[in-house]
């Protein structure tokens, strides 16, 4: 790498710190003084406990807040890095040694791609991982969430529910899960169903183990004729606590870490790439499928819209008077509004019916259709 691309890297880099932790805070700060008093629900656990949550709180949604913010966060370092080198008046001097502006964006462009891949892996793999703790409200403690569950869906296409379930035993009481099968129409058929007095999660084995307080532990099961129940495994009744007997275990999807992201339907964004492509096969609703589709395509779209706004961005800040620095960042942060606006647009029209038919694809592809010639044209006739 040569000298002049380390010194524009530096800055950018540096620029982009800077932005990360200002945005970063302003969101925390924001968030928190207005939701400060859910917080002080729990002031019986004392103020050091309450930071503790407090700070545990935030320390998870960081990872939305990024993901959020990772275009803008790079269109603040490049006004940053390039603000700077014009206040110096050193885009002059390297255009007057024979250096194209077009190269000097280029280490600014190399590494924005660079740091996309961060945004690539907090979504499909920091995200997902802390998704149940992420739909956590202000004033819930983390594990010690209630509540009941209701027509959860899995892969399998069976319908979990449960009068209660406890995020922190990850036990579901009063659990019945309805079997089912597809059909040649495309349809589901009921095979059988499963009723249990509680759900233990078995984080070993990767299922979830049916217990009963009957002494009859087939009364459990129910299937039809020629039902063919898949996933389910007997087990022998527990002897040294007869009054519970373990009589089944479940393998599912439907985990203790998904079950909260599930329960919450706009949590669709929490979920991985492989994650909405599972669930878009077994949800029946064809509205579900298509903001899982539409989820799916932005995941790809997302870090190409990044760099066409930087791109695009970049083309308006090199400028060589340091009194068109002010317009220039102001007409910069004006496109990458307007270009986060309207992605945000198309993704309101993913899942809704125009012109009679529901096109998800096209939507969330449509920002990139629009901003890359733009992005193009404007690299093209930047004065070097």
Known sequence: MRTLDRYIVRNFLTGYLIAFFVLMGLRII????????????????????VMANICN???????????????????????????RMTKKNELVAMMASGISLKRVIMPIIFFSALLSGLLIVDQEYIIPSLAGSIVRDHDEL??????????????????????????????????????????????????????????????????WELYTETENPDGTVDTTPGGDLQNIIPYASTEDIPAHRVVLSYKTDLTPEIIPVRRKQQSVTLLSFSQLREFSKTTPRSHDRARMLLERNTRMTDPIINLIMLVISLTVLTCRDNKQMKSAIMVSFGITVGCLIFTFV???????????????????????????????????????
């Not at 968030?31 to 004392?46: A, P, T």
Request: glycine share 6%.
């Open 30 to 49: 924001i968030d928190m003084f207005i939701n400060l008093d859910e917080f002080s629900k729990h002031s019986e656990l004392g103020v050091v406990q």
């Open 57 to 83: 709180f935030y320390m998870i949604q960081s990872s939305v807040y990024f993901r959020d913010f990772a275009g803008p966060i790079n269109v603040v370092a490049a006004v940053f890095a390039l603000g």
């Open 142 to 207: 983390p594990g010690q969430q209630n509540y009941s569950v209701s027509c959860l869906i899995d892969k399998n296409g069976s319908i979990i529910n449960a009068s209660q379930y406890s995020e922190g035993a990850q036990t579901m009481t009063g659990a019945s899960i309805i079997l089912r099968k597809p059909t040649d129409e495309g349809l589901w058929q009921t095979i059988g169903w499963i009723r249990a007095d509680r759900a233990v999660y078995n984080p070993v084995k990767d299922v």
């Open 346 to 384: 198309c993704k309101m029209f993913g899942t809704e019916q125009v012109f009679e038919k529901v096109r998800p694809n096209l939507w969330a592809w449509l920002p990139v259709v629009v901003f890359l010639p733009v992005a193009a044209f404007m690299y093209d006739s930047m004065k070097t």
